[in-house]
């Protein structure tokens, strides 16, 4: 089973950027699909960006246009490219992954198996 490490979390000012980076212990090209999700404090983890096989990607409402996530399969590798960043975007985001899935069960949660430890991003005004 793969694992999966984050960094790249801190703390921004409204309107800064963020990169996140997850690498996977194995081969990420053994996943259908990795993704991000976050966590606020007093919320339900959401899902925020996913990515498949295929390099097709989709992404919440909250952080379309703004948020771009990709991944190097070479260094086994995901990204999540943060811009324009707003406090409600603060919270722990989490490395997931999962097969034997679609974009959209897996942004939406469903039956993830596999997560990372979280990084932190908290965004001040």
């Known amino acids: 089973q793969v694992q999966l490490v984050e960094s790249g979390g801190g703390s921004v000012q409204v309107g800064g950027s963020l990169t996140l980076s997850c690498v996977a212990s194995?081969?990420?090209?053994?996943?259908?699909?990795m993704g991000w999700f976050r966590e606020a404090p007093g919320k339900e983890r959401e899902g925020v960006a996913v990515i498949d096989r295929d390099g097709a990607t989709s992404y919440a409402d909250s952080v379309e246009g703004r948020f771009t996530i990709s991944k190097d399969n070479a260094k086994n590798t995901l990204y999540l490219h943060m811009n324009n960043l707003e406090p409600e975007d603060s919270g722990m985001y989490y490395c997931?992954?999962?097969?034997?899935?679609?974009?959209?069960?897996?942004?939406?949660?469903?039956?993830?198996?596999?997560w990372g430890q979280g990084t932190q991003v908290t965004v001040s005004s």
């Open positions: 997931a992954a999962d097969s034997g899935t679609t974009r959209w069960i897996f942004l939406h949660g469903a039956g993830v198996s596999t």
């Open positions: 194995g081969s990420i090209l053994s996943s259908d699909c």
